[in-house]
């Protein structure tokens, strides 16, 4: 257990100080957690309005601050390049991500066209249907995207780093309120990055 932790708390600080060093993205992330919360709450009553809160607000607040906020090329903080963040990832790097969003995006659109799946489902006849069908779509995708990158980090790092991964993620919602709760304040000062002293040599 004790060896779990301690790897969780790697993850968790590589992935705070490589990739969460502008304010705009803290803040993104707290309303990602929060969002994501409300979102582990819905799974028990609707899980497909869980994967629509989960995907359209969650995930879209979290990777914008990614894509559009965090710097990008060599990381003064850490004395690192970008290329070199990319390749340690454990999780999704930026190139992932794209993928990873481009299929949640295409997902409606194959609804749309194809309501009935290609006669794996009932196809809908309501707006509020198709909603229900891109939800549960978007509940499966984000199962199959867990689980395809825990199967990528066992082969490739072992079973222990793919399973505190998957750990790390689920309680990520958790972990970024308690981190970056004081980030919006930051960001009304006028900082527009973390100082980082905390991560700095």
Same mark, same amino acid.
């Given at each position: ?15 705070h100080?490589?990739?969460?060093q ?6 993104l ?16 009553v609707d899980?497909?309005?869980a ?18 906020? /965090? ?30 969003m ?6 409606? =659109? ?8 290609f006669?794996?489902? /009932? ?20 199962? #199959?995207?867990? #689980? ?27 972990h ?8 919006? =304040?930051?960001?009304?000062?006028g /900082?527009?990055f ?8």
């Open positions: 257990m004790n060896r779990f932790l301690r790897e969780l708390e790697v993850q968790r600080w590589d992935d100080r490589y990739y969460h502008s304010r705009i993205n803290q803040c992330h707290l309303v990602s957690a929060i969002s994501f919360v409300v979102a582990y709450a819905l799974l028990f899980p497909a309005m994967a629509v809160v989960g995907w359209c607000v969650s995930m879209v607040t979290r990777q914008s601050g990614h894509f559009f906020f /965090e710097p990008r090329g060599f990381d003064r903080v850490n004395r690192v390049s970008d290329e070199y963040k990319e390749a340690v990832k454990v999780g999704y790097n930026i190139r992932r991500k794209i993928v990873l481009a299929v949640w995006a295409g997902a409606p =659109l194959v609804l749309w066209l194809e309501p009935s799946l006669g794996l489902i /009932e196809p809908a006849t309501t707006f509020d249907g198709l909603v229900h069908d891109t939800g549960i779509a978007w509940l499966a995708l984000a199962v #199959a995207g867990l #689980a395809f990158r825990v199967a990528q980090l066992v082969v490739t790092k072992g079973p222990f780093t793919g399973f505190v991964w998957l750990a790390k993620i689920l309680t990520d919602p958790f970024d309120i308690g981190l970056y709760w004081r980030s919006p =304040l930051a960001l009304l000062r /900082e527009l973390d100082p980082m002293t905390h991560v700095r040599h």
